[in-house]
C-alpha cells in the first residue's frame, strides 16, 4: 500500500473487554512501531518490532498490553481488560530501518480507543 | 527520565512572518532530532531530520541544532494559515530506534 494503515480507525468498548488494534506498514519496511497518544500530549513509545521480533517492549506500561507480528508485516496489538485510562489515539509507524539514525517513521492515522 | 520539552504554546504567528519553535532535551546521549507537523485530527507527518550541528534548511524550514546547550528548533519562514498545526519535536538515541516526543507546540497563523 501507499502508506501506514490502521484497522479500526476508531473503537469503542466497555470497561473490562478485550481489544485488538490492526497495523499494516508501508510495503518493504522491517521495522514497525507502536505508540499511544493522549490527548495534548505527544506520541509514547509502547513497542519495537524488527521483523517477526520484539527488538525493544520497554514502553509497554503492563502485562495487560501484548503486540505480535508474526510474518513481519502486519502488526496486532492487544489490550486486555480494557481500563478508562486506556482510552488515547494508538499510532503505528513503519520505517524502512537501514541502520541509520535518520531512518524515517511514516505514521498511520491512529486507531481511537474508547474505553466507557 | 529522558525527556523533550516543548513549550505547549499556543504560538500566534501573522501571516508572512517567520515562527519559531524551540525544544530542549535532557539526554545528551540523543543524537537525531525529528520535526513532524500533526493537523488536529490526523497523525504525525515528518518536516524534516537534523543530527549535525547547526542550520539544515529545506524549502521554508529551518532546523537548528545546538548538542552543547542541548537546543533544537524549527524555524518557518513566509508563514503561511496551511502551517497552522502543531510541531511536534523528537529525540532519537544512538542505536535505540525508539523516539521520545515533546508534548508538542500548538502554532496558529493568523491571516
Known amino acids: 500500500g501507499a502508506g501506514v494503515s490502521q484497522t479500526p480507525s476508531n473503537k469503542v468498548t466497555e470497561k473490562g473487554k478485550y481489544v485488538e488494534l490492526r497495523c499494516d506498514p508501508i510495503s518493504g519496511h522491517t521495522a514497525l512501531y507502536w505508540y499511544r497518544q493522549s490527548l495534548g500530549q505527544g506520541p509514547e513509545f509502547l513497542i519495537y518490532f524488527q521483523g517477526t521480533g520484539a527488538a525493544d517492549d520497554s514502553g509497554l506500561p503492563n502485562d495487560r498490553f501484548f503486540a505480535v507480528r508474526p510474518e513481519g508485516s502486519v502488526s496486532t496489538l492487544k489490550i486486555q481488560r480494557t481500563e478508562r485510562g486506556d482510552s488515547a489515539v494508538y499510532l503505528c509507524?513503519?520505517?524502512?530501518?537501514?541502520?541509520?539514525?535518520?531512518?524515517?517513521?511514516?505514521f498511520g492515522p491512529g486507531t481511537r480507543l474508547t474505553v466507557l | 527520565q529522558k525527556e523533550v520539552e516543548q513549550n505547549s504554546g499556543p504560538l500566534s504567528v501573522p501571516e508572512g512572518a517567520i515562527a519559531s519553535l524551540n525544544c530542549t532535551y535532557s539526554?545528551?546521549?540523543?543524537?537525531?532530532f525529528f520535526w513532524y507537523r500533526q493537523y488536529s485530527g490526523k497523525s504525525p507527518e515528518l518536516i524534516m531530520f537534523i543530527y549535525s550541528n547547526g542550520d539544515k534548511e529545506d524549502g521554508r524550514f529551518t532546523a537548528q541544532l545546538n548538542k552543547a546547550s542541548q537546543y533544537v528548533s524549527l524555524l518557518i519562514r513566509d508563514s503561511q494559515p496551511s502551517d497552522s498545526a502543531t510541531y511536534l519535536c523528537?529525540?532519537?538515541?544512538?542505536?535505540?530506534?525508539?523516539?521520545?516526543f515533546g508534548t508538542g507546540t500548538r502554532l496558529t497563523i493568523i491571516p
Open positions: 509507524a513503519s520505517s524502512s530501518d537501514l541502520g541509520g539514525d535518520t531512518d524515517t517513521q511514516y
Open positions: 539526554d545528551r546521549g540523543s543524537q537525531s
Open positions: 523528537a529525540g532519537k538515541d544512538f542505536g535505540n530506534e525508539k523516539l521520545t
